[in-house]
């Protein structure tokens, strides 16, 4: 929560890609900071890997 706080004050809107939800807690994690901060929007790759960036951003960019 404090990581997202700072950027959140400033007015941004925080797209955060996380590892798989399965594997670590960080998505649940980003999930509670978004409900009390709001402004933070978690995407669960459901991956453990360097790529999973790249393939949740092409997912997300066909969503739109």
Do not use: H, S
């Given at each position: 929560m404090d990581y997202?706080?700072?950027?959140?004050?400033?007015?941004?809107e925080i797209i955060h890609i996380n590892i798989g939800g399965a594997l670590s807690s960080s998505h649940q994690?980003?999930?509670?900071a978004a409900s009390e901060l709001g402004h933070v929007y978690p995407v669960d790759s459901c991956n453990l890997s360097s790529h999973c960036g790249p393939n949740t951003l092409g997912i997300l960019f066909e969503t739109l």
């Open positions: 997202f706080r700072p950027w959140v004050e400033e007015g941004y994690n980003c999930c509670l």
